[in-house]
């Protein structure tokens, strides 16, 4: 369903660009003379953004990329926290191994929900399984409940980190992009000014146009997503420290009563 949604997001993004790159931006009320061939009006941005030429619905498309990959993140993310913070969840968790209360444990974990949460339910299983079991050591039974948490770790990391590749690829693509566009556009530019005679104003106005706006599309769109994908692994570290925590004290407690 993820890679459905991956999938769905950028060709309607592109849609999305195709339609307010020609209908809004490219409308005639935003030229001279009604004619999207002359110059934008005086103070029209939508005109002149128009004139950074084709790059620019590229470049839209990877800004709304970006914006929706980060608004799905957030979401996703948000909901892994659960309804506790992730260190506050781990503080109780002690608490209550501390008096070997695992059901309090669970029903806790069950309350607060979210990937810290899962994790430590699983674990916390794994814990009851482990003192029920009279054929293995002390030791197995230890590294057994450590590589339950190691599994449990690397089933939810993979949902966490969904899509973020695409915001660490649009990071470098929408640099690149913008870079393009400033190229073609001072190749307009530099045609024009090799005329025979006075340069052509509408063609030189309108290369430069293009280099400068491509210019800060390309950045907007890299600063975007450059925000969104260290804002997120960063939150990512922090939950998956809290997981680390969270197992790591359900084992130490198993090897101190045991």
């Known amino acids: 369903m993820k890679n459905f949604f991956a999938g769905f997001v950028i060709p309607i993004a592109f849609v999305i660009a195709l339609f307010v790159y020609f209908v809004l ?12 061939d002359n110059l934008p009006l005086q103070g029209n941005f939508l005109g002149l953004i128009y004139k950074g030429g084709y790059i620019v619905p590229i470049l839209m498309t990877l800004l709304l990329t970006a ?25 109780r968790l002690k608490e209550y191994l501390v008096v070997n209360d695992i059901a309090g444990a669970k029903a806790e974990c069950d309350r607060v929900q979210g990937s810290v949460a899962s994790v430590a339910k699983s674990t916390l299983d794994k814990y009851e399984q482990m003192e029920k079991d009279t054929l293995m050591t002390r030791e197995q039974k230890i590294l057994d409940i450590q590589k339950n948490v ?18 660490a690829t649009i ?6 992009m913008g870079l393009l566009g400033t190229v073609l556009g001072m190749i307009r530019s530099f045609a024009a000014m090799a005329n025979a005679g006075a340069p052509d104003s509408v063609a030189l106005a309108s290369g430069i146009s293009e280099a400068l706006v ?45």
Do not use: C, W
């Not at 990959?69 to 969840?89: D, Q, W």
């Not at 939810?156 to 915001?167: F, I, R, T, Y």
């Not at 939150?235 to 004290?249: F, H, Q, V």
């Open 171 to 176: 990071t470098s693509l929408a640099t690149l």
């Open 150 to 167: 190691e599994e449990a770790i690397s089933l939810e990391l993979p949902g966490l980190e969904e899509n973020l590749p695409v915001l």
């Open 25 to 36: 931006m490219g409308a005639s009320s935003n030229f001279q003379g009604n004619d999207s």
């Open 67 to 91: 914006l929706t990959f980060s608004i799905e993140r957030y979401y996703t993310i948000r909901k892994a926290h659960g309804n506790l913070a992730p260190v506050k969840l781990v503080a």
């Open 214 to 258: 491509n210019t800060a599309f390309g950045i907007a769109s890299a600063a975007v997503a450059m925000v969104s994908y260290s804002y997120f692994t960063t939150k990512i570290d922090k939950l998956t420290y809290a997981i680390d925590e969270a197992g790591y004290s359900i084992a130490q407690t198993f090897a101190a009563k045991h």
